[in-house]
């Protein structure tokens, strides 16, 4: 009987089966909506993040020191109106996440990107960098910048086509095996 269950554990159940019916039907029609940040929202992108990356690109430890430390700097320097963090949703199941910090002078920094492999080619990835180009305009930023990864194709791509541009490469140790870091721009100043 779900009424005996607590609000935390429906949510839970609603979650867990949206998701294997994702995972058994891919092709199943499904809403996509984007929801700012609540309680628990940074473990879960940490964690995700953590998995993905270990799982995909084998980077151990250090990447997920950096996501925590991220996550950590985020909210220690959260400011309303300046900073903000999203979580999509498909069918109700966190299925991607972004956040934007306030990095001062007038630039803002688009950090932790991800979608879930479930729900990618949906527009998830373009939602998310839209709603973070969207909140730095209407913040008064001038720039936006973002730190990526030449190894993460599709995300370099995604960026790209919303008019960012690489400004500068370097190889770093910092996730146990040899990497190429990028960092990237888009100019937010009215033409």
């Given at each position: ?32 909506a984007l929801r ?79 979608v879930e492999s ?40 995604l960026y790209a ?31």
């Open positions: 009987d779900l009424d005996r269950l607590d609000p935390s554990a429906r949510r839970d159940l609603v979650e867990a089966l949206g998701h294997a019916r994702h995972l058994l039907e891919p092709d199943a029609g499904a809403a996509t700012t940040l609540r309680g628990g929202d940074l473990g879960w992108i940490a964690s995700r993040q953590a998995r993905l990356y270990a799982e995909t690109q084998g980077w151990g430890a250090g990447l997920e020191a950096n996501v925590l430390r991220s996550a950590g700097d985020f909210l220690a320097g959260f400011t309303p109106g300046r900073s903000q963090g999203w979580i999509a949703e498909f069918d109700g199941v966190p299925a991607g996440a972004v956040l934007l910090s306030d990095e001062g002078e007038g630039v803002a920094r688009l950090r932790l990107l991800h479930f729900a990618r080619r949906r527009g998830i990835g373009e939602a998310l960098v839209g709603a973070c180009i969207a909140f730095a305009r209407d913040a008064g930023y001038r720039e936006l910048t973002l730190w990526t990864h030449t190894v993460l194709g599709p995300a370099r791509r086509r919303a008019g960012f541009v690489q400004v500068s490469s370097e190889e770093h140790h910092v996730f146990g095996v040899p990497v190429m870091g990028e960092t990237w721009r888009l100019d937010l100043r009215p033409q």
